[in-house]
């Protein structure tokens, strides 16, 4: 039995990939207002589906040679199981009226076969672009909660949707540069250290001045930017103070609080 119940099987080792699925699902249950049964169903049906991952993985590395083919047994396991309770949630969102949601899951397909493929090639890793696609996919459970939440479709999803995904894709990018300085910082030079943190600070240059403008506009909450605020922050503090010899799970631990810090003035200042 102890075969079956490998973490390495069961669950995500990617860690800090959790706050990519978590942070827009938590965004979207407290804006939609109202936590029901039907959104206990979508948390559930988003959870299974992030957890289903590992399994699928784990099977296309065995097949493809990279894992022993006695690891099968327990990722078809762990599928199955998996598989199973995320039809009993898609279920229960069909039967309550919003089966319209799972249209959102469409994206994830080709993005998850391209990341099986990678798999298979053993290229998956330091793949960016594949993973910033991956958020934008995980963030669509913010728009789905919302919707569930109030009852009916409004089209401030979509800008649910899309501040978290952005906010996702500037943590990505701050995080390949930290683990880059992490191996080479102590041979660059103070010039090199913005050059190399160039495209991150664009990224929350970005974010922070596009929420600005368009709060002072009007189409979103006036303070919505002071949630972006922080992460810009924090990436002039990375480029100035770079991450040389840091260990991966430092520099995890303070993405982590970022972005939980993050999701909570998102919250607040949407509220406002």
């Known amino acids: 039995m102890q075969t079956f119940f490998r973490k390495q099987i069961m669950l995500p080792q990617d860690h800090g990939s959790w706050v990519f699925l978590l942070s827009p699902l938590i965004i ?7 936590f029901s049964w039907t959104s206990l169903a979508l948390t559930v049906a988003a959870l299974f589906s992030f957890l289903l991952r590992q399994p699928v993985t784990m099977a296309v590395k065995a097949y493809s040679g990279r894992r022993p083919r006695t690891d099968l047994p327990a990722a078809s396991l762990w599928i199955a199981i998996y598989g199973l309770i995320l039809l009993i949630a898609v279920g229960k969102l069909v039967i309550d009226g919003f089966g319209f949601v799972l249209w959102l ?20 890793r330091r793949q960016a672009g594949v993973e910033i696609l991956a958020t934008g996919v995980l963030a669509l459970s913010a728009p789905a909660a919302l919707w569930i939440g109030i009852g009916h479709y409004d089209s401030n999803g ?11 894709s500037a943590s990505i ?18 010039r090199e250290f913005w050059k190399k943190g160039r495209r991150a600070l664009l990224y929350t240059s970005f974010n922070l001045f596009f929420t600005l403008v368009i709060g002072w506009i009007g189409w979103l909450p006036r303070f919505i930017f002071l949630a972006f605020l922080i992460q810009w922050a924090e990436t002039l503090w990375g480029i100035t103070h770079p991450a040389a010899g840091w260990k991966p799970v430092r520099i995890g631990t303070r993405q982590l609080i970022v972005s939980c810090l993050w999701t909570i003035l998102f919250i607040v200042f949407w509220k406002v």
Do not use: D, K, N
Not at 28 to 34: E, K, P, Q
């Open 28 to 34: 979207g249950l407290i804006t939609g207002r109202t």
């Open 105 to 124: 899951a469409a994206p994830g397909l080709p993005i998850f076969s391209w990341h099986l493929w990678l798999v298979s090639r053993r290229e998956e």
């Open 158 to 168: 979509w800008w649910l949707w899309l501040l978290t995904w952005l906010q996702s």
């Open 173 to 190: 990018v701050y995080a390949y540069l930290r683990l880059e300085q992490r191996e080479q910082a102590s041979a660059w030079s103070r």
